[in-house]
């Protein structure tokens, strides 16, 4: 069975700052990994998705790379801004289809 | 304008009753799917379709239904509501079936008393 872990569950640093989340498979056979931001009380928004033949994607100040070879995802945020605070989720699938999410990551950036 | 819509965004009712999840996608995606998401905020597929065919069906209660009138609709009937039923309910879409990019609606917050 497939199991995602996002470290750390939650984050808080000052405006400004630049920051790395982490995600990992116990099973490294994902064929690709998506990042979504969750803000409270609302749904999933897509970030990044990275193919299976990508080692990362860039989108503005996020910038995620996979090392399939691991089954470890990062996701970095450079020179963060209050309005990155949300709850970042990274989900890959491994069964056909099926995506398999992390519990999140929970960032809180202080102005 | 909306991608992936859901309603009814709150949904209250008591234990026993039966209702119904309606989505809808005007992405021309192919693949639909319904999540649920826990009060730890964990999410787990629960089932998905492909073309109005059901492609996924994880270990879900019989309670929970979803019918598929047409691609662009993904609707999920639950009957006899039990409290460890609420939770929140997403609906998603996908360009195809298989490891592509998923959109995800605004979900729906099912209380049940």
């Known amino acids: 069975k497939q199991e995602v872990t996002q470290i750390p569950a939650a984050l808080s640093v000052p405006e400004g700052e630049n920051l790395v989340l982490n995600c990992s498979f116990t099973d490294s056979a994902i064929y690709n990994l998506q990042w979504f931001r969750q803000d409270p009380g609302k749904g999933l928004t897509s970030l990044l998705l990275?193919?299976?033949?990508?080692r990362e994607q860039t989108s503005g100040r996020l910038n995620a790379s996979l090392d399939k070879s691991s089954g470890r995802s990062t996701l970095y945020i450079a020179a963060s801004q209050p309005g990155d605070s949300a709850t970042y989720l990274c989900a890959g699938p491994l069964d056909f289809n099926k995506f398999y999410f992390g519990s999140g990551t929970k960032l809180n950036v202080k102005p | 304008d909306t991608a992936v819509s859901q309603t009814p965004k709150y949904l209250v009712t008591q234990m026993g009753n039966d209702k119904s999840i309606k989505c809808e996608q005007n992405?021309?995606?192919?693949?639909m799917y319904w999540y649920k998401q826990d009060s730890k905020k964990f999410l787990k597929i629960m089932f998905s379709y492909n073309n109005k065919e059901l492609i996924i069906n994880e270990t879900v209660p019989n309670r929970f239904s979803p019918k598929s009138p047409d691609k662009a609709h993904l609707n999920l009937h639950i009957n006899s509501l039990e409290l460890g039923d609420s939770a929140v309910y997403f609906c998603?879409?996908?360009?195809?079936?298989?490891?592509?990019?998923?959109?995800f609606g605004p979900g729906t917050r099912l209380t049940v008393l």
């Open positions: 990275i193919q299976s033949s990508q």
């Open positions: 992405l021309g995606h192919d693949t």
């Open positions: 998603a879409s996908s360009h195809r079936a298989g490891y592509n990019e998923q959109f």
